[in-house]
């Protein structure tokens, strides 16, 4: 009797929570950055242990989360540089040890996320596992040895964080099988070298219910004629893996039965998506044909007064959505006039979406336009200062001036230009500039102060030679006049 074959994989999901961070919506989910055990990485296989991974955990904190690991003319280069640091999707926070694992949390920037990689973004929200790597710096202790079946040139010992990659379509140096990744960091997960359970038909009927209990889901079913729909999907992304190079990296977007999407992307940003067909014999994928650029068609679906976007198959040009709306000449003005609306919020760049809109859709879209009513607000006149009055704070002015002017000169004298600036001091306010000046104010020096100098006497100085002494009294005025004779 044959036996159909069918494989089941435990589903290990994580919850994604919503939190508002630095005022940007972020996605927070758990990671698994290294277990213990031996990684090959740039430096070839290396031991690394949970007593150094986990020496100074809080060290991994704040560590950029960026998507592939950062170079610069095709040479590694740290992430915390200017030229990196504006790319990074995330950051790491609240990193622990739990048992053989270094756990953290990855705040992800859901708009920086969309710009940047709109896979890994889709991956995280379905709760799918993503593969990642660490970027760290570390010494090497020359020991050779092996740890749980693997060998090793030497144990990677003080490590260095400096930021957390994210491999949407790659496989990191502690993978996804190795126990690492964005995926649930419980102490249940699944080991290194655990195969997925092996049900055979003739128990079939007692096995579904106590999967089922268990987390256990239906991946593939596979017998020996047929070649199943995951064994093409990873076929497929494995071609599309090996188109990789030192510049780019390439990741699959959709699967049809004759035709790959896929996205070949700079590693300094720039990104193109791609048409291509391929034929699937007995497991292999080769691409035939050549590629065509293609883009991704959206359009607006109201939905509760709310326009969403909705991705569909990409399509090559415009040419033909132009043609069918010249058969629709009140849509081109509806079109025409949603640009030129400025409360519509459209711009000539959507021209190409607004054009897959029938004429009812774009209806919807014009701008309810709101009367509201204008409130004219009287001027109110305060009351014009007479002339003596601004010959008054004129001269004010002139003496506060002055005042600050000595109080500056002082501090820069007794201290230091260099110290204290003359932006800095003009910053300040009276209060505190007074302050500064009595701290730094030698005993013998003259006070500037308005309060004077405790003995009742004003201590203001001015210049001589532009505000002259005022005589207040009439018979005060005699005598001067006498003595000047």
């Not at 998507?67 to 200017?82: M, R, W």
């Not at 040890?97 to 756990?103: A, P």
């Not at 010992?157 to 995926?183: F, K, Q, V, W, Y």
């Not at 791609?274 to 293609?294: A, E, M």
């Amino acid at each position: 009797m044959t036996h159909t074959m069918i494989t089941f994989a435990t589903v290990k999901g994580y919850t994604v929570k919503e939190v508002t961070h630095l005022g940007k919506k972020h996605l927070v989910v758990p990671i698994v950055m290294m277990v213990e055990g031996v990684h090959s990485g740039s430096h070839g296989p290396l031991l690394h242990t949970i007593a150094e991974l986990g020496k100074f955990a809080g060290s991994w904190n704040g560590i950029p989360i960026v998507i592939d690991h950062p170079k610069i003319n095709g040479e590694s280069v740290s992430a915390n540089t200017p030229e990196i640091i504006e790319q990074k999707v995330g950051t790491v926070y609240n990193t622990k040890v739990k048992g053989k694992k270094l756990t953290a949390e990855g705040w992800l920037d859901e708009d920086m996320l969309r710009q940047t990689s709109s896979d890994v973004l889709a991956a995280v929200k379905a709760s799918e596992q993503i593969e990642v790597s660490v970027g760290v710096f570390s010494d090497e202790k020359d020991e050779e040895g092996e740890f749980d079946g693997e060998e090793y040139d030497a144990i990677a010992i003080n490590h260095r964080p400096d930021h957390l990659a994210l491999l949407p379509g790659g496989t990191g140096a502690c993978s996804i099988e190795d126990g690492c990744g964005i995926r649930s960091n419980s102490n249940n997960n699944n080991k290194k070298g655990v195969k997925h359970d092996m049900v055979r038909t003739d128990k079939l009927v007692k096995t579904f219910q106590s999967v089922k209990e268990q987390g256990y889901a239906l991946l593939d079913l596979v017998d020996n004629t047929n070649e199943g729909l995951m064994e093409r999907l990873e076929a497929v992304r494995r071609k599309i893996d090996s188109l990789d190079t030192n510049d780019t990296y390439h990741f699959v977007h959709e699967v049809y039965d004759e035709y790959v999407v896929y996205e070949s992307r700079l590693r300094v940003g720039e990104s193109k998506i791609y048409k291509q067909n391929y034929s699937f014999n007995s497991g292999i994928v080769d691409l035939t044909g050549d590629p065509v650029q293609v883009h991704k068609k959206v359009e607006y679906v109201v939905n509760n007064s709310n326009v969403k976007f909705i991705r569909t198959k990409p399509i090559k040009n415009k040419e033909d959505k132009m043609a069918e709306k010249n058969e629709c000449p009140k849509c081109l003005e509806k079109i025409n006039a949603l640009i030129a609306n400025k409360d519509s919020k459209f711009e000539e760049a959507d021209r190409e979406q607004l054009l897959t809109f029938d004429e009812a859709t774009l209806d919807k879209l014009a701008p309810t336009v709101v009367e509201i009513e204008k409130k004219v607000e009287k001027e109110v006149e305060v009351n014009k200062l007479s002339p003596e009055d601004k010959a008054a704070l004129a001269y004010g002015k002139k003496q506060m001036k002055a005042r600050r002017d000595l109080m500056t000169k002082s501090i820069q004298d007794n201290a230091s230009k260099e110290t204290w600036p003359d932006a800095v001091l003009n910053s300040m306010d009276e209060d505190t500039l007074e302050r500064v000046y009595i701290s730094t104010k030698k005993e013998d020096e003259t006070d500037f102060s308005l309060q004077g100098n405790g003995n009742g006497e004003d201590n203001l100085q001015v210049n001589e030679d532009e505000v002259k002494p005022m005589i207040l009294g009439r018979e005060d005025f005699k005598e001067k006049k006498e003595e000047d004779k």
